[in-house]
């Protein structure tokens, strides 16, 4: 069964720092693009950022730059992101997603494997 776990996620001071995980079990990451996504209360779910089967990386969003970094480890199959000084607005649920192509893609309905999700919560 194909399946991606998320971790990580918590509660957080603003300024903090978390790393989210995603593990994959029933296939290898190797092939896949793989994206975070998140999704804030009464917001719609909004890309953050993905990283290609060659290890390029794509941001989508200006709230990005600077404070999100994704990574991805094959050997582990396992993609992350590391998240610097959190801010309230960060408050989300933050999933990640893989597709079975070389480059990113921008669109979550392009994305064929989901998982649940892991919770991030910013607040003093």
């Known amino acids: 069964q194909l399946q991606l776990v998320e971790s990580g996620g918590g509660l957080v001071q603003p300024g903090g720092s978390l790393r989210l995980s995603c593990a994959a079990s029933?296939?290898?990451?190797?092939?896949?693009?793989i994206g975070w996504f998140r999704q804030g209360p009464g917001k719609e779910r909004e890309g953050v950022s993905c990283i290609s089967d060659s290890d390029i990386s794509t941001d989508y969003g200006d709230f990005v730059k600077g404070r999100f970094t994704i990574s991805r480890d094959n050997a582990k199959n396992t993609v992350y992101l590391q998240i610097t000084n959190l801010k309230p607005e960060d408050t989300a649920v933050y999933y990640c997603a893989a597709v079975r192509e070389a480059m990113c893609l921008p669109h979550a309905h392009e994305y064929d494997y989901w998982g649940q999700g892991t919770q991030v919560t910013v607040s003093s």
């Open positions: 029933g296939f290898t990451l190797d092939y896949y693009a």
